[in-house]
Each structure stands twice: as C-alpha cells, then as structure tokens.
C-alpha cells in the first residue's frame, strides 16, 4: 500500500512571498489533516478534512492560510503572504475514516522563511 | 484542558537499559492514546496505542501503562537499542472532536551504545 504522498520536500521562500504544498493520501482514506510541526515541539493540527468538506480549521490562521480538498482525495495548503514564524514542517496525514484509530503520517514539507 | 503534557523533553539510556517517557493529559473525553516515533526527515509513525478500559498494553519491547485516575500514562522502552534513537510523541484523540490527535511536545531519546 503507497504511503502518504507530500511535495515538495524543501522549500525556502522569503516573508512576504506566498507557498503551496502538495499532499496525496492513501488511496480511499476519507479524512485528511494537515499539521504543523515547529523544531522541537508536537505536531498542531491545522485543518481536518472529511472527504471535500472541512471538519475542523478552528487552529487555522485563516487570515494567510488556506486550504483545499475539492475532489476529496488531493489536498493543498497554500500560505499568503508568508512570515518567519511559519517555519516549520508541515505534515499531511490521512485515515480510513475518523472513527478508525491510525492515522498515517507523510514525510513533510519542511518550510525555511527567511 | 485540549493540552497534552510530556516529560522529559530528552532522555539518555545506555543500551539495554529502560526508556520511560511519561505524559499526562486533563480532558476525560479523550478516548484512544497513541504513542508515535519519528526519525529525522520523517514523519511520524504510530507505534502502540491504547485505551482507557486497560491499563497496560505490550508489543514486544514496548509498553504503555495506563492510569486513567491520574489522567496519566507512560511509554517503557525496554532493553533500549540504539535503533530506537528517535523522537517519541504521547497523542491524544477525542472522538467526539472529529478525531483529531492532540500531540504532546515530544522527547528526544538517545540510546548510548
């Protein structure tokens, strides 16, 4: 079974400048999160998604962030304009149902504001 | 009370020795505690879970113990290998929340050989 598909990798970008990240989950998993993982702390969810609908964006900074699932399988989230503080890794994570217990985790997108 | 507490934020072990990592948590709605593993450039990988009806759940070299009157449980690592070097997370999920995990802040192990 392929795992959970992020891009890209890296990305160093100026504050100001906007990003998009890229994430494709295990196939037929119906909720999607994506998360925020600053150096040296826990992951912070951002956004939940079930299938195209958001379930959970109550951590989301919603005035540069934003995301989408239009077909309820891809998922991006962009920030715009981008600051310092929003380095971090930013991973996607999917699961079979939000009933079901574990969530599979992709690589990240480390993200270098400068 | 959504707050995930863990310690110690790193921890030494020489080879075969115990790892504890202990987290505690304030919101009794949570229902399902997971304990996830990351490597560096990697994102996290759930290695247990368990929850609240027991109080001690073993895979292997790994146990979880659990106090759910302390609102507290505790991830052993026993016989600890240098393989096991990574950053391990507590998690909490509240099913009646979406499902979302509530991570801790993570403890760096380092396992000496």
């Known amino acids: 079974e392929a795992g959970v598909a992020q891009s890209p990798r890296y990305k160093i970008i100026e504050k100001r400048q906007s990003v998009a990240f890229w994430c494709n989950p295990i196939?037929?998993?119906?909720?999607l999160y994506w998360y925020q993982q600053i150096l040296g702390q826990g992951p912070k969810l951002l956004i939940q998604?079930?299938?195209?609908?958001?379930?959970?964006d109550s951590q989301l900074p919603k005035d540069r962030f934003s995301a989408e699932r239009l077909k309820g399988v891809d998922s991006t989230l962009k920030i715009q304009p981008a600051k310092l503080e929003d380095s971090a890794v930013y991973l996607c994570?999917?699961?079979?149902?939000?009933?079901?217990?574990?969530?599979?985790f992709g690589q990240g997108t480390r993200l270098t504001v400068v | 009370q959504q707050q995930v507490k863990q310690s110690p934020q790193s921890l030494i072990v020489q080879k075969g020795g115990i790892s504890i990592i202990n987290c505690a948590y304030e919101?009794?709605?949570?229902?399902?505690f997971p304990w996830y593993q990351q490597f560096p450039g990697k994102g996290p990988a759930l290695l247990i879970a368990?929850?609240?009806?027991?109080s001690e759940k073993k895979e292997g070299r790994f146990t979880i113990s659990f106090n759910k009157s302390a609102k507290q449980f505790s991830l052993h690592i026993m016989d600890s290998q240098p393989g096991d070097s990574a950053t391990y997370f507590c998690?909490?999920?509240?099913?009646?929340?979406?499902?979302?995990?509530?991570f801790g802040q993570g403890t760096e192990l380092s396992v000496k050989p």
């Open positions: 994570a999917s699961i079979d149902n939000a009933g079901n217990t574990e969530a599979f």
């Open positions: 196939s037929g998993h119906a909720t």
């Open positions: 998604f079930q299938n195209n609908g958001v379930v959970d």
């Open positions: 919101n009794t709605a949570f229902d399902y």
């Open positions: 368990i929850r609240p009806d027991v």
């Open positions: 998690a909490a999920k509240d099913y009646n929340q979406g499902g979302k995990l509530i």
